[in-house]
């Protein structure tokens, strides 16, 4: 989980560094990094047991994929491109926010006073963050936009509504069978639209460092950091598996400013304790289960109290 979060928290830095070249654009980045990790996963499903996936499930995958990549990858490039790398890996840190909230209206999850404790803070550390990057401009002269930022939120609400709403749908097929056909049907939906594009990139005038920024972003920045999340679900508690997510914003604010692409300022410090805060509380309420234990517990305690043959016993 150390190494996939930390590879995560690189995508952003290296992702601007393709793009400042002007050659490679959000859009063209994103259907490089779809096709490339799903021509990976692919010959990564010829090494393990095949698994059939019927019809119905085939649908939801194609749902499933418009929230986990086309939006989630496209929007997040977008906003990459716009804002500072520092403030988009720090919003990332609100995606277990927008997750509750989902799974509060999708699954009734209780929302505790924690919880909403918690959403408060990251919702004031995220809007202080957006708001400050309005009039930021960097040592290197990269500019924040609100509306980068705005993109890179729009991001992480998309992949909270597919955790929570496609949750059965993954747990039910293989790591590398779902994600096979998550990013083959991504691939489908954004293909017919950026062929054209791609027909266009003078591909001979590109640089080393721009072809191994690509080559990161497809391995380093998605098809490992899957694995490594999987192995890390196997063997961790979801809680420990959530902590490590505070990984990415550290590795990327340091890689961008060492890179030159952002700067530390107190505001920015103060928005990102603020939503570590939140994203804490969120984190540690106590689950449905939790809840409803603790209920049938304090029932049982008061039934077996109120009965005398009970207190003969005790």
């Keep these: 989980m150390l190494l996939a979060d930390s590879l995560f928290g690189l995508l952003s830095p290296i992702s601007k560094i393709v793009m400042l070249g002007g050659i490679i654009s959000p859009l063209i980045l994103t259907e490089l990094r779809i096709s490339g990790a799903m021509i990976l996963f692919w010959l990564a499903s010829f090494c393990v047991k095949h698994e059939h996936v019927p019809h119905g499930d085939l649908l939801r995958y194609f749902f499933a994929a418009l929230f986990a990549v086309v939006f989630n990858q496209g929007t997040f490039i977008f906003g990459v491109g716009l804002t500072t790398p520092g403030d988009a890996s720090i919003l990332t840190t609100s995606m277990p926010l927008w997750a509750m909230l989902f799974a509060a209206l999708l699954l009734k999850d209780p929302i505790t006073g924690r ?76 293909m017919p ?45 979801p809680t420990v598996v959530a902590m490590y997510n505070y990984v990415q914003p550290v590795v990327a604010c340091l ?30 309420s106590r689950t449905k289960e939790e809840i409803e234990a603790y209920h049938a517990a304090q029932a049982a305690a008061s039934a077996a109290a109120a009965d005398p043959a009970e207190r003969v016993k005790k």
């Excluded at 928005?271 to 509380?281: D, E, N, P, R, S």
Aim: proline residues 1%; aromatic residues 16%; contains cysteine.
């Design 193 to 237: 639209f950026l062929s054209t594009s791609l027909a266009r990139v003078p591909w001979a005038e590109l640089d080393y460092q721009t072809w191994a920024g690509i080559a990161f972003v497809i391995l380093g920045g998605t098809f490992f950091p899957y694995i490594g999340v999987a192995i890390g679900q196997r063997s961790l508690k």
């Design 115 to 190: 919880k909403v404790l918690g959403i408060a803070a990251g919702a004031i550390g995220a809007i202080i963050l957006i708001l400050n990057s309005q009039s930021l401009q960097t040592a290197s002269g990269v500019h924040g936009s609100i509306f980068g930022d705005i993109l890179v939120t729009c991001a992480q609400i998309s992949f909270a509504f597919y955790v929570v709403r496609f949750k059965d749908l993954i747990i039910k097929y293989s790591l590398v069978t779902s994600m096979k056909w998550l990013f083959t049907f991504a691939f489908i939906c954004t």
């Design 255 to 284: 890689a961008a400013i060492y890179l030159g692409l952002d700067a530390f300022t107190w505001v920015k410090a103060g928005a990102v304790v603020l939503i570590f805060c939140g994203v804490y509380l969120v984190t540690h």
